[in-house]
């Protein structure tokens, strides 16, 4: 028997289908090891992270483990991307596999799990470490910023290395429409018998350092205009191309506006048609098709009569694209109708239509301007009349517009203005006019999916995280919905006022700086100890200059440090500061695990020898009334007060193992028994 893991329990069913009886197919359903929830769980100066099975993932983990014993071979088929990799390691250490055979494909269909079986490879370490250097930046950004930040606030807050710079682009928007001051300008628009306009063009008539016409009574004596003279009529042909295929991105983007749904949503609707062999892979930056795809559809497209692009079309990828899968299509261009709920056959619709057009001619425009010249204030005014009529629909005969770059009001495209043949030096007349009174526009705040449209054009995030990121920042009350868009809370605007100016991780371009680097370690082009050495390095240095911005008065404010416990691996802190009841002052080095509890001297500046400090127990002093701590000498056991060295009482350890009140011989204020 051969053993095929999938990550999706979606899939089993359908890929244990192609493959037949000689085959048994599972899920891991996702990550089956993650970092400590309650602990760094990273250890320097390599940064090591320590994984631990998820509660589901050691269910998964036993299972796996029993089926993989009896399997001739382990075929990994987790998600074509880093995630994907990572979990494949994951599943592959834990169940100590010797020779984990990989397998990848961008869609559900027999022809795709038999080719990628056939080619089987091994694992793509510099995929693992790529993931695992975002999950330990991640957790860095979480662990050690988050605990100063909720108590500079006097709240519980967290900030992270992506949803922080998401939080700040609401907030920068917000604040824009806040201060934003209304303009009023003006203009002049003249309409003519048959139905055609011309708009007085202003530009010539504004003063030194304006951007509107500000005059209305100059704008009133432009609308009053009536006699015109042709200064010139030109005509001309428009060609308009069509949308390339979907990305992660421009499919929430189109979804949101055409459909009405959350990037959360589409991605769900999305991952639904996929496991079911509806649709190629949803997580990607690449707008452009396989060559054996185009093939299909340009046949699909001229056997429906539809006019083709001479030559298949190509796209220019953004900037940072990883194009590791192709654009979002359909398995099999010819169905027309895929999914179950109502949702998810509109997205299929969505995708199958952008798809098909994409291979589609040109839409062509003849287009027709004229400009007329009038008299004003005895200075030439210039009229533009501008329309067009489309005259070939190439792509527009299965899609009207670009539904992810639509305006978000869902407005429609102005009517064509019937701009007649006139020729040169043709005097015109003009029915009648008016004056536009118009007024600048704020910013609109963002939606859920142009939020991403923008994260997408800063570098911020990859395809998999953006409906996370969203999620996210809504889920932590950083933002909220309003009508569509997205509004910042109090607590959303307090958090971003607290990290800027401190914090690099909140710069967009760091940001997109860092997302270059985990490209980077996954084509191996950057070692992750590398990547991850400068990223702590300069974390710890802005969480120091935090604390004492912000928490400079505060007692026992913890600094983390490069150096590692013994005992456990993990980062050390240094403690430093005025104890509390005023005996005197404390500077040592303390294990950042809490439950490791272990602490070091300050030996010049760095830890000395490790001393394990023993718990207090729940005895008092009878001297001071502090906890008393049992502790163990070459001359046997004895209890001593935690106090010390301010109380230098000593207790005996009774017969029953508590400490010996009653024996006064047993209790010295020097340390040694009477």
Not at 456 to 466: D, K, L, S, V
Not at 475 to 496: C, F, I, W
Not at 536 to 554: D, I
Not at 669 to 674: D, L, M
Request: aromatic residues 6%.
């Amino acid at each position: 028997m051969n053993l095929l893991i999938l990550e999706s329990p979606g899939k089993v069913k359908k890929v244990q289908s192609f493959l037949g009886s000689d085959w048994k197919v599972v899920a891991s359903v996702g990550h089956v090891r993650d970092l400590p929830e309650r602990e760094l769980g990273i250890g320097l100066p390599d940064f090591t992270p320590e994984y631990l099975p998820t509660e589901r993932g050691k269910e998964v983990l036993n299972r796996l483990k029993g089926l993989a014993a009896s399997a001739s071979a382990v075929y990994l088929a987790t998600d074509p991307d880093r995630e994907g990799e990572a979990i494949a390691w994951h599943i592959a250490d834990a169940l100590r596999l010797k020779t984990p055979k990989r397998v990848t494909c961008g869609e559900i269909t027999a022809a795709a799990i038999q080719a990628a079986i056939k080619n089987p490879r091994s694992l793509d370490m510099a995929l693992v470490a790529a993931q695992e250097a975002r999950r330990v930046l991640d957790r860095f950004c979480g662990y050690l910023v988050s605990g100063p930040l909720s108590r500079a606030a006097n709240e519980r807050l967290s900030a992270g290395r992506v949803q922080s710079p998401a939080v700040r682009l609401v907030v920068e928007r917000e604040r824009a429409i806040r201060d934003f001051v209304a303009v009023t300008h003006y203009g002049a628009e003249l309409v003519f018998a048959d139905g055609w306009s011309a708009t007085w063009l202003t530009k010539p008539w504004l003063q030194a350092g304006e951007e509107y016409l500000l005059d209305n009574a100059l704008a009133d004596r432009a609308a009053a205009v009536r006699a015109l003279t042709v200064k010139e009529c030109k005509e001309s042909e428009s060609r308009t191309a069509p949308p390339a295929p979907f990305t992660t991105s421009s499919l929430q983007q189109a979804a949101s506006n055409a459909l009405k749904l959350t990037p959360k949503q589409t991605m769900q609707l999305a991952q639904k048609l996929y496991e079911g062999g509806h649709i190629t892979y949803m997580r990607t930056d690449s707008p452009n098709l396989s060559a054996e795809a185009v093939t299909e559809i340009r046949a699909f497209c001229e056997a429906q009569g539809w006019s083709l692009v001479d030559k298949a079309r190509t796209w220019k990828s953004k900037d940072g694209a990883q194009e590791a899968h192709e654009a979002i299509r359909p398995t099999h261009i010819d169905v027309e109708e895929a999914g179950d709920p109502p949702d998810e056959q509109a997205l299929y619709r969505l995708i199958r239509l952008r798809t098909l057009a994409s291979q589609l001619a040109d839409a062509v425009y003849d287009v027709r301007t004229v400009r007329l010249g009038a008299d004003v204030d005895g200075k030439e005014a210039v009229f533009e009349a501008r329309g067009r009529v489309l005259r070939e629909q190439g792509w527009k005969v299965l899609i009207a517009t670009d539904a992810a770059t639509q305006d978000e009001e869902g407005e429609a495209d102005a009517p064509d203005n019937p701009v007649p043949m006139l020729p040169q030096g043709e005097n015109v007349t003009a029915a009648s006019g008016k004056l536009l009174t118009k007024k600048t526009k704020p910013p609109t705040r963002f939606s859920e999916a142009s939020l991403v449209r923008e994260l997408e054009n800063r570098g911020i995030g990859r395809p998999a995280t953006f409906a996370a990121i969203v999620d996210t920042i809504m889920k932590r009350e950083y933002v909220r919905v309003e009508k569509r868009q997205l509004v910042p809370t109090l607590l959303g605007e307090k958090v971003v006022d607290l990290l800027a100016g401190v914090f690099t991780f909140l710069d967009y371009d760091f940001t997109r700086m860092m997302e270059d680097s985990l490209d980077a370690i996954a084509g191996g082009k950057a070692s992750y100890r590398e990547v991850m050495n400068k990223a702590h390095a300069r974390l710890v240095s802005e969480v120091t200059a935090f604390t004492a911005k912000y928490l400079g008065q505060e007692r026992n404010a913890p600094k983390l440090t490069n150096f590692t416990c013994d005992a456990c691996g993990k980062a050390l802190v240094h403690m430093q500061g005025q104890r509390k009841d005023g005996s005197g002052t404390y500077d040592f080095f303390a294990c950042s695990d809490r439950a490791c509890n272990t602490s070091y001297a300050n030996v010049d500046g760095k830890p000395g020898d490790a001393r394990k400090h023993t718990p207090p127990t729940k005895f008092k002093c009878k001297a001071c009334g502090k906890s008393l701590v049992r502790r163990e000498s070459a001359k046997g056991a004895f209890f001593g007060c935690s106090g010390y060295p301010g109380c230098k009482q000593l207790y005996q350890v009774a017969d029953d193992g508590k400490p010996d009140f009653t024996d006064k011989k047993g209790i010295s204020q020097k340390g040694g028994k009477k």
